[in-house]
């Protein structure tokens, strides 16, 4: 059986949607796809969230959803039973993490503090979200860990932007990020799902060449 590819290795940027009404998942999700954005993760903060990951696996093949803010085992189920393919946390705990685990899907979770990264090193789990990312100490924090804990690779969320993702992007050990910023509210509002796809479309090329 073929190992499913790493969720840092989907796109350069994995959109995080927080989505109220489930009936604007599919068009939102092809916006993305169609801007080169095919990995999205669809927080689980709202009652639509479910709904919203059922709908974009179904309906958007070409799409790999995936659920963000999983915060206990009850979730991980939620999120799989809906069809995530992925599944992201903003921390972690031992119950959470043996869940995830069991899930039989990819999975990143949070970190925010060396010892954080060396204990899910210790499990065997080198592939993690950093967040709260620029709160928690940013570019310069990532940078510090490429030498001592080079097998950590990460996917910073929080407070990433169109004008700092290249930033983040560069680093040997940085996958892709998380981000809000090709998913502006007054657009989600007006269902303007072509902006959206324009955005989409910058935000994939972030990644720096050369």
Same mark, same amino acid.
Not at 44 to 60: F, G, K, M, Q, S
Not at 63 to 68: D, E, F, Q, S, W
Not at 167 to 193: F, S
């Given at each position: 059986?073929?190992?499913?590819? !790493?969720?840092?290795?989907?796109?350069? +940027?994995?959109? +995080?949607?927080?989505?109220?009404?489930?009936?604007?998942?599919?068009?939102?999700?092809?916006?993305?796809?169609?801007?080169?954005?095919?990995?999205?993760?669809?927080?689980?903060? $709202? /009652? %639509?969230?479910?709904? #919203?990951?059922? /709908?974009? @696996?179904? %309906?958007?093949?070409?799409? *790999? =959803?995936? &659920?963000?803010?999983?915060?206990?085992?009850?979730?991980?189920?939620?999120?799989?039973?809906?069809? &995530?393919?992925?599944? +992201?946390?903003?921390?972690?705990?031992?119950?959470?993490?043996?869940?995830?685990?069991? !899930?039989?899907?990819?999975?990143?979770?949070? *970190?925010? $503090? +060396?010892?954080? =990264?060396?204990?899910?090193?210790?499990?065997?789990? $080198?592939?993690?979200?950093?967040?709260?990312?620029? #709160?928690?100490?940013? *570019?310069?924090?990532?940078?510090?860990?490429?030498?001592?804990?080079?097998?950590?690779?990460?996917?910073?969320?929080?407070? =990433?932007?169109?004008?700092?993702?290249?930033?983040?992007? &560069?680093?040997?050990? =940085?996958?892709?990020?998380?981000?809000?910023?090709?998913?502006?509210?007054? @657009?989600?509002? #007006?269902?303007?799902?072509?902006? *959206?796809?324009?955005?989409?479309?910058?935000?994939?090329? @972030?990644?720096?060449?050369?």
């Amino acid at each position: 059986m073929t190992p499913a590819p !790493s969720v840092l290795d989907l796109a350069p +940027v994995i959109p +995080v949607v927080v989505l109220e009404d489930a009936a604007d998942a599919v068009p939102l999700a092809r916006a993305l796809v169609a801007g080169g954005l095919p990995a999205i993760e669809v927080t689980l903060r $709202t /009652a %639509a969230a479910p709904e #919203a990951i059922r /709908a974009i @696996a179904d %309906a958007v093949p070409e799409a *790999v =959803v995936g &659920a963000g803010t999983v915060l206990g085992p009850e979730s991980v189920r939620t999120a799989v039973a809906a069809g &995530a393919r992925f599944l +992201v946390s903003p921390g972690w705990t031992d119950p959470l993490l043996d869940a995830m685990r069991a !899930s039989g899907v990819p999975f990143l979770p949070g *970190v925010s $503090t +060396v010892s954080e =990264v060396m204990a899910l090193l210790e499990r065997g789990v $080198t592939e993690m979200k950093f967040f709260p990312a620029e #709160a928690a100490g940013g *570019v310069g924090w990532l940078k510090s860990l490429a030498s001592p804990l080079p097998q950590a690779r990460f996917c910073p969320t929080g407070g =990433v932007t169109a004008a700092n993702a290249a930033g983040y992007l &560069a680093l040997p050990n =940085v996958g892709c990020v998380g981000g809000t910023w090709m998913l502006p509210a007054d @657009a989600l509002a #007006a269902k303007d799902w072509e902006r *959206v796809r324009a955005l989409a479309a910058e935000a994939s090329g @972030a990644r720096p060449t050369g």
